[in-house]
């Protein structure tokens, strides 16, 4: 399943459109925009933690776990402080956030504003399902199958041939340099944005 089908299904997108007073249609744009840098980010995690997709999911626990993804669901205003920590985890600092939303925005047309102020909920929505997952499917003699294919598989290059993801759309508009990670090259366009 694609990870944008996902958010439909379990209500992220109309959470979202009800949170920042948009349609359905411009929070989707949004987030279908975003999500190739934040899974890029999740991906670099594992590839740094030491205990690799077992140690994102630990850290994800740390962050709150699959609570993270009732925060946003649940009809109140979501606290965004968790999904923050996400991002400074995945993206080290703001200014990748900035840059992130103004990519999203040359590409969907929607205040970077906007997108800004969607990363860290989506970032929640996402980590949160994550640590769903991973709790279901981390047994020790697998080390994570079903959430390895799927991190893989959402930035269109799956582990163990997975197919399920994100295809050849975003993302790979994004990895400019063709390594199967968006994040390096959005955090090359920050590093230029710095000097």
Do not use: H
Request: hydrophobic share 40%.
């Amino acid at each position: 399943m694609q990870i944008m089908d996902m958010l439909e299904q379990m209500g992220g997108v109309q959470s979202m459109a009800r949170e920042f007073g948009v349609s359905e249609a411009q929070a989707a744009s949004g987030a279908a925009a975003l999500l190739p840098a934040i899974l890029g980010g999740f991906k670099k995690q594992t590839q740094a933690q030491p205990a690799g997709l077992e140690g994102l999911i630990g850290m994800l626990g740390g962050l709150g776990g699959g609570g993270l993804m009732d925060e946003v669901l649940a009809p109140q205003p979501t606290n965004v402080s968790p999904g923050n920590d996400i991002l400074g985890q995945i993206f080290g600092s703001r200014e990748v956030s900035r840059t992130v939303a103004q990519n999203a925005a040359g590409q969907t047309g929607l205040d970077p504003m906007l997108l800004k102020k969607m990363l860290p909920v989506l970032a929640m929505l996402v980590a949160g399902y994550m640590a769903r997952q991973g709790r279901a499917s981390t047994a020790p003699q697998t080390g994570g199958g079903g959430l390895a294919d799927m991190l893989g598989g959402m930035l269109g290059g799956g582990t163990q041939g997975s197919t399920t993801g994100g295809g050849p759309g975003l993302a790979s508009m994004l990895d400019l340099n063709g390594d199967g990670n968006p994040l390096d090259d959005i955090l090359g366009m920050a590093g230029k944005l710095l000097r």
